[in-house]
């Protein structure tokens, strides 16, 4: 309904029932014999008065009525097109209820973000108190052992407190990765933007983890082409070793791990495939998620903070760039992302 026919309606009551009562006392005025024009007239008058007093008053009240469900729904003051709305010339009801509507439906999906961000955040402080307290732990019976006697002993000394340094070194990882992820999310950590030759960076990737590839049986492969890009040549660096790690990682024996490039307009895509063990579709979705493991017994066997997969999202995406994965379970899995050209 709009004001319009709304203020139309009244104004046919009103009009209606004075017609109706001037016609009766003109009539009467007629029958009778000395008349009563001048009462019929007044009356006439007064029920224009009145007709217009109410269309008045109604139409603020419905006006202020409007407004309020207006700001109620949208907040802050009312918009040209709330007025236009407001001065009859569309349907408001209909329109404030396609308000209503929408406005329920932001809430409730407001209400399921919060809902997903207080279960990740339990979730995180979870993984993030039993990655800590492994090390802990760990570090406090190997001293417990040397302060009962173990230190005397040269045969255990030496050895426990060697492993004492690893599981430092490792809440030291487990904090310096949440604290590059922290800086990056916040935008605090500003990126060094350069030209540089991928083929180069990879190659020095592969020299730097050519002893753990040998180990796992890994062939470290790549496609030989001049890639110019423009970045941060140190984080690029860190993604491209974080990417190359895991793929040694979960690689099957006497596997490959490749990295091999493709251009697209002004991108390259970057991608590190391995025909190792895969990934499941439910497991893709999170993998980039902080401390988010398939398979979290064979992980921490296999070390690392659980971070690395999260920290190359955010320097990719703090690149304008994008990073996805594909994997097929039990034969290849393939991380690929974009970086813009050098000119």
Request: one cysteine or more; hydrophobic letters at 40%; aromatic letters at 8%.
């Amino acid at each position: 309904m709009r004001f319009g026919s709304i203020i139309r309606t009244a104004i046919y009551i009103a009009l209606s029932s004075s017609a109706l009562m001037t016609a009766l006392l003109f009539l009467l005025a007629y029958l009778e014999p000395h008349g009563r024009w001048i009462e019929a007239i007044i009356i006439l008058l007064y029920a224009v008065v009145v007709v217009t007093v109410v269309i008045i008053f109604l139409r603020r009240f419905l006006f202020h009525q409007y407004a309020a469900l207006f700001r109620l729904v949208n907040g802050g003051c009312l918009t040209e097109e709330e007025l236009e709305l407001l001065s009859g010339k569309q349907d408001v009801l209909s329109n404030i209820k396609k308000s209503l509507m929408e406005w329920s439906n932001d809430k409730a999906s407001e209400i399921d973000r919060l809902k997903e961000m207080e279960r990740y955040r339990k979730e995180f402080l979870g993984n993030v108190s039993h990655e800590l307290k492994t090390p802990i732990f760990n570090i406090q019976g190997y001293i417990l052992t040397l302060l009962d006697g173990g230190l005397e002993d040269p045969s255990v000394n030496r050895l426990y407190l060697e492993r004492s340094e690893k599981s430092i070194n490792r809440m030291i990882h487990i904090v310096e990765d949440l604290e590059s992820i922290a800086r990056l999310e916040s935008g605090e950590l500003q990126l060094d933007i350069e030209s540089f030759d991928m083929l180069r960076l990879v190659d020095e990737v592969f020299e730097m983890e050519e002893r753990t590839a040998e180990k796992a049986k890994i062939q470290l492969e790549i496609e030989r082409k001049q890639v110019l890009v423009n970045a941060d040549r140190k984080r690029i660096m860190e993604v491209m070793n974080n990417l190359v790690v895991n793929s040694i990682k979960y690689g099957r024996k006497n596997g490959t791990t490749t990295v091999s490039f493709a251009e697209k307009d002004n991108l390259w895509w970057i991608s590190v495939t391995d025909n190792g063990i895969g990934i499941a579709e439910k497991d893709r979705k999170r993998i980039f998620e902080r401390f988010y493991r398939c398979d979290k017994s064979r992980s921490r066997e296999q070390g690392g903070t659980g971070l690395g997969l999260a920290i190359v999202k955010h320097i990719v995406e703090a690149h304008g760039q994008t990073v996805t994965v594909q994997s097929v379970l039990g034969q290849w899995t393939a991380f690929t992302f974009s970086l813009p050209k050098s000119r």
